[in-house]
Every structure is written in C-alpha cells, then in structure tokens.
C-alpha cells in the first residue's frame, strides 16, 4: 500500500530555516506532489505543489519566496526548504500526492496523505 513519510520538523526561532523531506512508498514519478499545513483548529491550507517532472512549481501567496519545494524522482522523495521562518508558519505540515501530473493546490486533486511533522516557529 501506498505510504508517505514526512520528517524535519522542529522547533527553530524566527528567521531560522528548514527542510522537511517526504519519502513516498509506492508511485511517485508519475504523480505531482504537495505541501498543506493545518493549524489547530483551523482548515488545513496549501502550501506549495510540484509538478511529476519537478519543473513546474506553484505556491501560496504566504511562503512565495520564502519556501522551495523540490523533488528527486530517483529518491521517491520530495522536499521543502523553508527559509525566513516566522511564527505564522507554525503548523502540522503534511505532504500530499496527487491524482494529476500537473502541480495543483486544489485538495481533493490529492489522494493519499502523510501523518504530518510539526514545525514550530518561536518569536
């Protein structure tokens, strides 16, 4: 069965910078990939989605330019380099693969779900 597995999440302080990575059993190549973050007790948002080729990437107003996401299709594994962090950016992330092959930040495109990482951001 089909699993992702995010780790590199933390505690670090404001500015500090991040990497969470997403390691997929099962298909991966064919599929885009993204980033959500849920806050407790608020609707769980988009973050940033990469296409199956890793060419083509897409992200939320709140982390363009602060945030990369990546992907090595020879490690099933994608990447979110966070950088310039701040404590609105504290969030259980969860990585997600989509039924497409184009990135998209729509979330019912996505079908198969990681537990989530906590990233914390103190001030």
């Known amino acids: 069965q089909d699993r992702l597995v995010e780790s590199g999440g933390g505690l670090v302080q404001a500015g500090d910078s991040l990497r969470l990575s997403c390691v997929v059993s099962?298909?991966?190549?064919?599929?885009?990939m993204g980033w959500f973050r849920q806050v407790s007790g608020k609707e769980r948002e988009f973050v940033a989605s990469i296409n199956y080729g890793g060419d083509s990437t897409i992200y939320a107003d709140s982390v363009k330019d602060r945030f990369t996401v990546s992907r090595d299709n020879t490690k099933n594994t994608m990447y979110l380099q966070m950088s310039s962090l701040r404590p609105e950016d504290t969030a259980v992330y969860y990585c997600?693969?989509?039924?497409?092959?184009?990135?998209?930040?729509?979330?019912?495109?996505?079908?198969?779900w990681g537990q989530g990482t906590q990233v914390t951001v103190s001030s």
């Open positions: 997600a693969r989509s039924a497409l092959t184009v990135a998209t930040e729509a979330e019912l495109r996505y079908n198969r």
């Open positions: 099962g298909g991966f190549s064919k599929y885009a």
